[in-house]
């Protein structure tokens, strides 16, 4: 493949990147991890998010991939992909304040959603009038999904809904959800489920937040007492969520890949050995510390050409590959093991917190550290990644 970029993209990333050097300054200020709270509390950062979203909204940037017709860039796949690489070097969100609904929510409702539904929520997307959240993940149901017990009955015109998610993202500030529910507790577990479109304020839900390890509450247990849900808001047909789910799963593992801004932790890992001693020298003389930070970088470097392959592979017309789970699983693997690094190279000084004396640009490889583990979880754990690498790929014979 020739990696260099045709006039016209080179024209257009530049742009890009002057906008963002730009506007980011102006929103985030001195922030040097604008997604991190390592510079500021939870609600000072989820305000300046709104504001950034805003502004990637009123410059067109902030659906690149959408289609035109739905308000999006119509723009073409290496477009997205200069998008992603910018977005990302610079540590900023990819779609905004409304990550979930803009990134996969959307396009499932493009794909399998009704006009009506097209209509009523697409827009509102796009302005982050109304975030969105998913509420897949139960307490006996994770990994196996499809195992999910959340009960929806109908009654008249509505959904009934009994039951409780956990692990939602955002439901503390979300406006709408996508919601996995069971409609036939008789049929085989992947044909018994629906897939409904639920207003969070809606009587009988109760969210309640969860504190992370980083001190963070960005999840959130949600439950649902007899909660109304109106007949119209079913994606799909009653008890084939599972295939609408899907659509969405696959955009959540595509762009799970390349949401993590491995390249750029790994750069900053490098300044830092710049920076501190290991083992009573520079700790960037010290052959240890070059070798680790070598492979790193290699990895990093692999990553990226590995979507490059998956970029010229649907430039050519081809479906994307396995490339979405490697990536996913290469990407959140690679990170977790770049914050552990920071952790050896840092020594006594890595566990120290935001605000504490001593500490490391004011704990960030302490944050990252603690929140590194969770990336490797969330949208399908690496154990779950290597299955399907296993099953779908290799062709292995399933595991019992
Ligand atoms: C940061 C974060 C954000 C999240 N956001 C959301 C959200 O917005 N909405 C939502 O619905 N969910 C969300 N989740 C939940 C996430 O999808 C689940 O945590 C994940 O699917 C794993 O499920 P579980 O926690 O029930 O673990 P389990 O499924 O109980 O797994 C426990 C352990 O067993 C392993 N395991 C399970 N099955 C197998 C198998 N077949 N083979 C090998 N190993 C196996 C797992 O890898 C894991 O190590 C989030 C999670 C995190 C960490």
Not at 154 to 167: C, P, R
Not at 213 to 219: H, K, L, P, R, V
Request: hydrophobic share 35%; with cysteine; net charge negative.
């Amino acid at each position: 493949m020739d990696f260099r970029y045709t006039p016209e993209q080179e024209a257009f990333r530049e742009k890009l990147s002057a906008w963002l050097d730009r506007n980011m300054a102006e929103v985030f200020g001195e922030a040097r991890d604008p997604l991190a709270q390592t510079d500021e509390d939870g609600e000072r950062r989820w305000q300046r998010t709104k504001e950034w979203h805003r502004c990637l909204y009123e410059a067109g940037y902030v659906a690149l991939h959408w289609p035109k017709e739905w308000g999006g860039g119509g723009a073409d796949l290496v477009e997205q992909a200069i998008y992603q690489d910018e977005v990302l070097k610079r540590g900023l969100p990819l779609y905004g304040a409304n990550q979930l609904a803009i990134d996969r929510i959307g396009p499932t409702l493009m794909f399998m959603g009704n006009d009506e539904q097209r209509q009523r929520y697409l827009a509102k997307m796009l302005t982050a009038e109304e975030i969105w959240c998913q509420g897949y993940s139960e307490p006996n149901a994770g990994s196996d999904l499809a195992g999910l017990q959340t009960r929806a009955v109908l009654d008249g015109d509505d959904f009934v809904i009994n039951g409780q998610k956990v692990w939602t993202s955002l439901a503390h500030r979300a406006d709408m959800q996508v919601l996995l529910v069971r409609t036939d507790p008789d049929a085989p577990k992947h044909r018994g489920i629906s897939y409904l479109l639920v207003d969070m304020k809606t009587p009988g839900i109760t969210v309640r937040p969860l504190v992370q390890i980083t001190g963070e509450s960005d999840f959130n247990e949600v439950f649902y007492d007899n909660v109304r849900v109106p007949r119209e808001n079913l994606v799909g047909e009653v008890n084939q969520g599972w295939q609408v789910s899907i659509a969405t799963l696959m955009y959540e593992r595509v762009s799970g890949g390349t949401r993590h801004p491995v390249e750029r932790t790994v750069n900053e890992l490098i300044g830092v050995a710049k920076t501190v001693e290991f083992e009573g020298r520079p700790a960037s003389q010290h052959p240890y510390v070059r070798q680790k930070l070598a492979s790193l970088s290699t990895e990093a470097l692999c990553l990226r050409l590995s979507r490059y392959r998956s970029l010229t592979a649907q430039l050519n017309g081809k479906v994307p590959g396995p490339e979405s789970s490697f990536g996913k699983l290469h990407a959140t693997e690679l990170n977790l093991r770049a914050a552990m690094f920071a952790d050896e190279l840092l020594g006594p000084y890595a566990p120290l917190e935001r605000g504490s004396l001593g500490a490391i640009e004011n704990g960030r490889w302490s944050y990252r550290a603690l929140r590194a583990r969770g990336l490797t979880i969330a949208a399908g754990s690496s154990e779950i990644q290597h299955n399907i690498i296993g099953e779908r790929v290799l062709k292995l014979p399933k595991g019992r």
